[in-house]
DNA sequence: TTGTACGCGTTATCAC
DNA sequence: GTGATAACGCGTACAA
């Protein structure tokens, strides 16, 4: 590569000091030069491509202007879709402010102590999370501890800053749906296993809906998948092997419901005639799958960059409103769901 | 947070001198420092939790141990499970070496001059670009300034260091596996516009597939979606609108695939008794699909691994064997390819 | 309006 | 074996 550009270079081409010519090109604000300086300064930066060094410019300021993005391999391997649609939503709003994104993708399990090297060698100002494990330790101690980290997701801690939505009002409507439909015994196959809030936040919301058209959602009616459309098929012949009965089922996601719908094919079920499935997420895809995936929708650009934006705000200084932002799914009604056989 | 720890609060705790410090902690190698003053630093570099601040590091050693993937935003959002599974490839390469992954998402289209930003500015040593389209000008200057980088794909430039694939053996099987089941008009949805050298290079392999056969690939008989399923399913009622003689399609990905499915289902075709269906990649779901899908195995974690490797090897100047290594891909048969109907 | 001088935390070089 | 000193490139008081 060519020899690097340095202020000094920009300077003496520009015929003034160091000094000025980072005043110019950082506080835009100021009006403190003559129109020609600044011009000059401007001319000879673009003549010669400068472009800062970053590393210096973080040793000085202290800040790095890179937030981190922290993912356990096995989302990321399998969540599939999820990922990359958060990612979209905090680049977009990374790209306005300035911002980079560090991706540390991280061994599952608990991982006490992962983040904390990426952390303390000041690589990043910030973090934010997806889906995080209610027992992650690290985690709580990072967030009382005043680092700049928004969850997208909850951990139900009072400190938190995070990105969350209510899944109670679109699944209740999900169940109306389903109940109206005439099904009496309705299972669920998580997209993961029990520890992940989001996880046990579906479940939950589930029940509750359940419970409000005096229906129940037994302990042997959900399985857990393990994030795969694979292990969704695995979790799906058990559950519905246990529990013939059962004739709706509600995948933790929508990667999981290819694989409810693949094993109820598998046993001889139609979907939705005879058996009914409610995916989660709606991901670009879900409406394409045969039959179009009724799924609850949970906005994963928009997440993301919420998320950043309420990290660049806190980063940035700037007040923020809600530090617990909860935004509302919607049920999105489509060919997956029909009437209880009987 | 609590006060950052410097080399230099290591260096009183331990009583010795910052010089010391890093030669103790940096190069594990020397042997030139008693054993009890090594014992001594890394026991008060320990207790006092010291990180290295990576930034003064960078400053100094000129490098940042992070590689840049950039990615189109088009990609990353629709492109969808195959993004995050060469991000994943990477990442455990990565953790394995001490790098790190910058992730950058630009604004779709040509692009000029987009990387020079993170380049430039030293942020990162090398980077890997995915999915390169034929006219990105600003890329081939770079790799002809002999900047370190790893495309997955390729440009077919005779100085890059690329990850490919050959598609052409499975295509031709899988062209083999269609043609004797009776099918003679064959089409394609490409999942991107012409320009992408992937869709090109796809769209070739099946050309000279059929021609083996002595079949042919009409013009009429390719349509290029736009990367997500919804545009493939467009795609497809187009296609077999203006070709209805079509009993067989190839699609330019898996996500692609589940849009003409759906398509050819919104026509009344069934799958694959009515049309078969070829897909590429063979991303986790694909086996799982209604019906199974009969695709062309591209293994993204593989390529992002051995992406990583190669750039990691070309920055810590180690001899790379291959700079363009060339894998096989696979067909994997499943369920979505049947007789031809007559 | 501009220049000088210093600090940021690390590492390389060269004395001791 | 160990320690002082000088860079690395930038930002910014402070002096001029």
Redesign the pocket.
């Known amino acids: 590569m060519s020899k ?8 003496r081409r520009a ?13 835009s604000d100021a ?4 129109p ?3 011009e000059r300064v401007l001319q000879a930066a673009a003549d010669l491509g ?8 973080m ?4 800040n790095s202007e890179t937030i981190g993005l922290v993912i356990s391999n096995k989302d990321i391997l399998s969540v599939d879709a999820f990922v990359p649609q958060v990612l979209h939503g905090i680049g977009e709003v990374n790209q306005r402010h300035g911002f980079h994104v560090l991706l540390e993708s991280l061994a599952s399990g608990p991982g006490a102590g992962t983040y904390d090297h990426l952390v303390e060698s ?1 690589r990043i100002d910030g973090l934010i999370l997806l889906n995080p494990r209610q027992d992650d330790e690290a985690l709580k101690r990072l967030i009382e501890n005043k680092f700049p980290i928004v969850l997208v997701g909850t951990l139900r801690h009072p400190e938190e800053a995070s990105i969350n939505y209510s899944a109670s009002a679109s699944t209740r409507q999900a169940v109306d749906l389903l109940a109206d439909l005439g099904h009496r015994n309705v299972g669920m196959v998580a997209f993961a296993p029990p520890g992940f809030v989001a996880v046990e936040g579906r479940k939950e919301a589930l029940r509750r809906g359940l419970v409000a058209r005096g229906l129940d959602l037994a302990d042997s009616a959900v399985e857990h998948a393990n994030f795969s459309a694979e292990s969704g098929h695995a979790a799906t012949r058990a559950l519905l092997t246990r529990r013939p009965d059962i004739t709706a089922i509600f995948a933790g996601n929508d990667t999981i419901a290819i694989g409810v719908i693949s094993a109820a094919r598998a046993l001889g079920r139609r979907v939705p005639e005879d058996l009914s499935v409610v995916g989660h997420d709606d991901l670009p895809f879900a409406a394409w799958l045969s039959p179009a995936l009724t799924t609850i929708r949970n906005d994963a650009v928009r997440q993301g960059a919420l998320a950043a934006e309420m990290l660049i705000s806190i980063l940035e200084g700037k007040p923020v409103a809600e530090r617990r932002v909860r935004l509302q799914s919607e049920l999105m009604v489509r060919q997956s769901c029909a009437a209880a056989p009987r």
Chains 1, 2 share one sequence.
Request: glycine share 4%; net charge positive; proline share 2%.
């Open positions: 690097r550009v340095t202020s000094h270079d920009v300077a015929g003034v000091s160091r000094t000025t010519v980072s005043l110019v090109l950082n506080r009006a403190t030069f003559s020609e300086t600044r400068y472009k800062p060094n970053s590393a210096a410019r040793l000085v300021s202290g000041r």
